[in-house]
């Protein structure tokens, strides 16, 4: 979680709404990371979680292709490069609905957050995509991990703008 604290004061120093994720693989080591990038790329979609997830998902994939590659075998891993069923997402705030259901779609095995979100919260606060009944996967979820940390960041910033 540290970490993703520190990616988050990089968004703010940036101008952007201090999230910050990373996505660990199975070992704990550290495949992606992402912080906030809407504001200073105009992207709606720019969320911590997406981008973490997104880069996990291309380091996958590269990590097959040089496998492939070394042993001329097709390259059939990299197909299933963007399923992060053994990996954990670690973000300083509770998923939105958009990055819950990307969780979903990646089918990340755990997500671990800090602040809740009582406005737009999907894990458990407002909304509880992950665990919806009906859909296949559903990822373990654990919440409120050093919570006073990451919800300072948010105040902080949000304190300053007002």
Same mark, same amino acid.
């Not at 990371?33 to 997406?50: F, K, Q, V």
């Given at each position: 979680?540290?970490?993703?604290?520190?990616?988050?004061?990089? =968004?703010? !120093? /940036?101008?952007?709404? *201090?999230?910050? @994720?990373? #996505?660990?693989?199975?070992?704990? &080591?550290?495949?992606?990371?992402?912080?906030?990038?809407?504001?200073?790329?105009?992207?709606?979609?720019?969320?911590?979680?997406?981008?973490?997830?997104?880069?996990?998902?291309?380091?996958?994939?590269?990590?097959?292709?040089? =496998?492939? !590659? /070394?042993?001329?075998? *097709?390259?059939? @891993?990299? #197909?299933?490069?963007?399923?992060? &069923?053994?990996?954990?997402?670690?973000?300083?705030?509770?998923?939105?609905?958009?990055?819950?259901?990307?969780?979903?779609?990646?089918?990340?095995?755990?997500?671990?957050?800090?602040?809740?979100?009582?406005?737009?919260?999907?894990?458990?606060?407002?909304?509880?995509? *992950?665990?919806?009944?009906?859909?296949?996967?559903?990822?373990?979820?654990?919440?409120?991990?050093?919570?006073?940390?990451?919800?300072?960041?948010?105040?902080?910033?949000?304190?300053?703008?007002?």
């Amino acid at each position: 979680m540290r970490q993703t604290i520190e990616l988050a004061k990089q =968004a703010a !120093a /940036a101008g952007d709404v *201090p999230v910050g @994720a990373v #996505v660990l693989d199975a070992s704990g &080591a550290i495949i992606g990371r992402g912080y906030n990038t809407r504001e200073t790329h105009g992207d709606p979609l720019a969320h911590a979680e997406i981008l973490a997830m997104r880069e996990a998902a291309q380091f996958r994939a590269r990590q097959s292709s040089n =496998a492939d !590659a /070394a042993t001329a075998e *097709p390259a059939t @891993a990299a #197909v299933r490069a963007w399923n992060l &069923a053994d990996c954990t997402l670690v973000v300083t705030l509770e998923p939105c609905p958009m990055c819950a259901g990307a969780c979903v779609q990646t089918h990340i095995g755990t997500i671990v957050f800090g602040a809740w979100d009582a406005k737009l919260g999907a894990c458990g606060s407002v909304w509880d995509i *992950p665990r919806d009944p009906h859909i296949g996967h559903t990822p373990e979820v654990h919440g409120g991990i050093l919570e006073r940390d990451c919800q300072a960041i948010l105040t902080d910033f949000f304190a300053a703008r007002r």
